[in-house]
């Protein structure tokens, strides 16, 4: 038992003098099986797309989504500057920049909300077509991923409202970062794919 | 969440990702402008994609750090990309 205990703490030695952090590359790992999943749900659309052209996708509103794909990154932007203040040991700056991301984040939502129901207006449905299906199941799943972001952007903010977060202990931040980042790298292919090409 | 955090690198400063917001802030309204001209689809989805690829990468690289962090992390993340894209261009194939 012991010597199993002395092999594991070796190993998270040996991993840290590398550079690696045991959560960062958890949080890796996971966003190479979110990678697969998202692209399960891509290729689905990019099939039926090429394959079965559907006139409904001139009803997508290209303008309205930029501006949204324009709250998103700004959103990636308060959090590298949120993650840069709590690395020089600003935890008001952090808190301020996290306070701004949920913002973003929650507009980003309302945004993608309002669009939803335009095309549930326009008859474009979850089961009344093939572009209606491939369409939401995608989207909806990028706007869930984004939903739990803001859920734990908000638990972020609260860690750091109470100073869980400093100088030499970010690791939360960076972690929350990492996910929040994919995100919106998800979405710059989604708003190519769906709305652009 | 309370170990210490390592730090290997200095990291990126403000302006780099002051700089980095306003490229991907240009490449979107550029896609948008272009998404909004009469140009030929055989020209413009090629420039959506390039622009698309390139907007990914600045995230990728600059703020979720893969420039500086140990390499492994690059590793994880590439190869179910390349799985992806190579598995995507299958199923274009009618």
């Known amino acids: ?197 | 969440m309370t170990t210490p955090s390592v730090e290997p690198h200095a990291g990126p400063r403000r302006l780099t990702y002051a700089i980095v917001f306003l490229i991907l802030a240009a490449l979107t309204a550029i896609e948008i402008a272009l998404s909004m001209l009469g140009v030929d689809p055989a020209l413009r989805t090629p420039a959506f994609l390039v622009l698309s690829l390139a907007k990914a990468t600045l995230v990728a690289v600059f703020y979720m750090h893969l420039r500086h962090d140990s390499r492994l992390y690059a590793f994880v993340f590439i190869v179910p990309v390349i799985l992806f894209a190579l598995f995507a261009g299958v199923t274009l194939i009618p």
Do not use: C
Request: hydrophobic share 50%; net charge neutral.
């Open chain 1, 1 to 197: 038992m012991s010597e199993h205990m002395t092999s594991h703490a070796e190993a998270y030695r040996s991993g840290r003098a590398l550079g690696l952090q045991p959560l960062k590359l958890g949080m890796w790992l996971f966003l190479a099986s979110e990678v697969m999943f998202f692209g399960g749900l891509i290729s689905a659309f990019l099939h039926y797309k090429v394959n079965n052209p559907s006139t409904e996708g001139a009803l997508l509103d290209v303008p309205l989504v930029g501006v949204n794909t324009f709250v998103l990154l700004t959103s990636s932007f308060t959090v590298v500057l949120g993650l840069s203040a709590i690395r020089q040991g600003d935890r008001r700056g952090l808190v301020r920049f996290l306070a701004a991301t949920v913002l973003l984040g929650v507009a980003f939502l309302g945004g993608q909300a309002y669009e939803f129901v335009s095309l549930y207006g326009h008859g474009v449905t979850l089961n009344g077509s093939l572009f209606g299906s491939t369409f939401f199941t995608l989207t909806g799943f990028h706007g869930l991923h984004v939903l739990i972001g803001l859920i734990w952007a908000l638990s972020t903010l609260y860690g750091a409202l109470r100073g869980r977060y400093a100088a030499d202990r970010y690791e939360g931040v960076e972690v929350f970062g990492l996910y929040w980042h994919f995100v919106d790298v998800v979405w710059i292919v989604l708003f190519t794919i769906i709305y652009l090409v």
